[in-house]
């Protein structure tokens, strides 16, 4: 099988849509070079969208940048790609395969209308091709989307219900600003490879692979299910494993006779795919070959593991109880959906150091390519996967549902192999849309993800777990005691919110850091003349009115707790208070469902099953949920987020009495001494201490220890707990406080100091209690790409504190400062 991909020798020419326009005429214009704006355009890079070329040239501003999309005029028009290119043998059966079209686009072969398609979220490949030549131009003419979704005429049933962009299958995220930049961006042009594919011999057109264990783990079994094109008499398939180490842990033979085959093959005492939380994500090549030298072939990775439920999202994985902290991904960059791989290394890194052990591609994100996949599954990151559908009901004519199902199976089919694939999700909200906009009304749309996705999913991979959409169950769509909630206690009063059964969304807004906002507003925008930063009934704004133009969504509801911070007299002062609310409520509300019940719940069952916090990553520079901004900046919330996933965690919960808890989510019991003290920020000094021992077991979340052994105490001491193996060794600690921030008076002349040991590790230590201890790099005036192990921490007196320097930087000034701290300390690195 010969596979060409078509990257060279591209441009592009935007057309004004003409219904007049034949084929011969638009390859008469694009054999002229054009002039203005008119120009035929070279590409330097492919795949590249519309956007990607235009800014490329500098004809555009990147609208991310700012958060402002000033070039809408690019969606009124047509546009075309166009390539010369040879095939080596046009007498061998040959085919176009397009991994991503966005959206309707004509396929012109050497000026012959060959194909036309319309859905965003298919691969697409067209018939065999009849009149390919050795030299051979290929044109794919894009509509404009935003004409064919305005042309469209709503079936009165849906009037009101189903918007536009819900009856066709674009990018709905291309329809509104939800996730910025504002207005909303409607993408267009080739996301992912264009391959010319020549069959010389046998050419594997769908595969199956199965990977099984025995009852007692001691036996793995790989099935292979191939389906064939180009069969033209007896042949021989193979199945070869290797391990991690590329060792041939075994090999199988199998003559076929007809257009399809089936291997099998045993790997005796395999070693087990765990999540990164739980152990090794150990992983075996699987090598398939088809036919002679010039025949197929499949490499692919697989994993061993057993996934079983126990209950409602109670999970087992290898037979060990498996809770799921982590994060909702969505597309990197709203300028284009081409799969930028180092970025979303970047982005899957930041997981791996927050803690995550799950990620979920959201149902109105983009197309990941299968390279996502093999990070996660190398990684030892579980995916929740939906489909895309989202917060929307949509069409149920015939058309409309035969492409769901379309697009349902072939991704199935190219992920179901995936040791990381946790579960496949209908969709994003579509029942919860109902309840909120129509509540007691049918959801147009159930069809496709109540009947024609669980088909799909039954019939092609029937060993995972397929749920309806998110949320999903108990009483109503977003109930908490049953299924999967979103955490929207913001806006909404939700009965038994506390403790429900696995949040798949919780969310807060805060701002980026501020050398982030810098570069999103003027200088007026950021800190408007005569701005005061007080909150009243005749400005409730907890921001500048300028904030707003850089925000969607009504962000300005949806804080953290921002009361519980001092007003705000700086730029700086201002992005803390949020930030810091952010955080805390992270930390409050990820803590207690760690520890997924109250201290007064004799049961000891942890109800709480998992969290993934809505959103990790903003995809554009504006203030949003996100946690790491559009530069894949971390900031305070980020921490906050890492800190309460910490596998062991120490955390204190006041009630009725203080109780400091211990969680374990690893596979081992934990034991030790616990030390708990009460330091005295005024007076720089512990008042009072004492000692416990304590025995965790592996999925316990347990009461270490009460305060009532200090009696009443101010409620400006800190409460400090750690939890010290039998060796001495340091296992985990908290730091606590009653009281509202806003209410306590914290050190500002905390005697802070770093300095620097060996190659990348930082030693910071104060004399006074520090709160929020901030690090930030320059290199010559890049503030950008640095990245700490820890940061926005508070830190006790005389206790050092290690950071590692993990970013892209080897050098440069680092400096430390505690928020409420007047001084701060550098270091040359």
Known sequence: MKRMILEKGWKLRRIKPDGQLTPERLVDMLCENGDGPDLNYTINKMPSQVHDVLYSHGIIENPNIMGHNKDTWIDDFDWVYFCDF??????????????????????????????RFDNVYLQHRTERLENLKKNNTLMVYFHSSKKVIDSIEIPEKYTGRVPANSCERVFRSGFHDYNGPIPSLIRCGIYSEVVLEQAETLRIREFKLDSYLNEDYTEGTIACSLQLENYSGETECTISVYDGDNN??????????????????????????WPRTHGKPYLYTICICCGSKKGDQLIKKVGFRKLELAGDFDYRINGHPLKLWGVNLTHPDTLTNCYNEELMNRILDLAELGNCNIVRVWGESEIYDEAFYDQCDSRGIMVWQDFYLCYSMYSEEPRFIEACRMEAEQLVK???HHACILLWCGGNEMLLSRDYD???????????FMEVFPEVCKRLDPGRLYHPSSPYGGKWANDPS???THGYTHLWFVPERDYPVFLSENCRVSTPPLRTMKKMMTPEELWPEGYTAKVSRKNPLPWPESWCNHNTNIGHIKLGPVEHYYDADSPGELIYRIGAAHAEYIRRDVERFRRGRSAGDQKGVRKTKGHMLWKFNNNSNIISYGVIDYFQEPYYPY???????????????????????????????????LDIKLFDMDNNSYVKEFSVPFSVMADESKVLADLDEFGQFRKRFLVCAKAFAPGGGLIAECIDVFELERHLMYPVDTGLEIVKEGGNCLVITSKKFARCVELLGNEDGDEFGWLFSDNYFDLLPDEPKKVMVLGRHSKGIITAKAVYDDQKCTIEF
Not at 438 to 448: L, R
Not at 639 to 659: D, Q, W
């Open 248 to 273: 041939l842990k075994g090999l199988e033979k199998s003559v076929i006779s007809e257009d399809s085959a089936e291997l099998r093959i045993t790997v005796e005492k395999p070693q087990l795919w």
């Open 482 to 484: 049953a299924g999967d």
């Open 414 to 416: 190219k992920l179901r």
């Open 438 to 448: 129509f509540p007691g009304e049918y959801c147009f749309g159930e069809k496709i």
């Open 639 to 673: 921490y906050a987020l890492k800190r309460a996933y910490e596998p062991i965690l120490l955390s204190c919960e006041f009630s009725r009495h203080g109780y400091v808890w211990m969680t374990n989510d690893t596979m081992n019991r934990v034991e030790g001494t």
């Open 86 to 115: 040879k095939a080596d043998d046009p007498a061998l059966p040959s085919y176009l395969y397009f991994k991503g079209l966005d959206t309707y686009a004509d396929i012109y072969l050497n000026g012959q209308c060959i194909a």
